[in-house]
Nanobody, 121 residues
């Protein structure tokens, strides 16, 4: 069984910062790309940032320059440092990763249950 568990969400004022974490656990052989998505009320889920196993990163246009994704491969954990937060960043943030389980031949896409980020004064 593989699980992704997010943490670090909460209420923050505009201009503030938050750091999200997502830890993968279970019988894991390897993790490919790790990603953060978000879904605001009434909107579709969108890609916020992604990072490959080698450390290459990619960001959505709305967060570029404000958010930073990183990962600790030894701990199977991905982080999202969010700075200069805006009310429009309010959403449930989901962790996503391609994971190769012990005994499997293929990478499978896994999702966390999400953590709520609210940016409001």
């Amino acid at each position: 069984q593989v699980q992704l568990v997010e943490s670090g969400g909460g209420l923050v004022q505009p201009g503030g910062s938050l750091r999200l974490s997502c830890a993968a656990s279970g019988s894991i052989l390897s993790i490919n790309a790790m990603n953060w998505y978000r879904q605001a009320p009434g909107k579709e889920r969108e890609l916020v940032a992604s990072i490959t196993s080698g450390g290459s990163t990619n960001y959505g246009a709305s967060v570029k320059g404000r958010f930073t994704i990183s990962r600790d491969n030894a701990k199977n954990t991905v982080f999202l440092q969010m700075n200069t937060l805006k009310p429009e960043d309010t959403a449930v943030y989901y962790c996503n990763a391609g994971i190769l389980r012990v005994g499997s031949l293929y990478y499978v896409n896994y999702w966390g249950k999400g953590t709520l980020v609210t940016v409001s004064s």
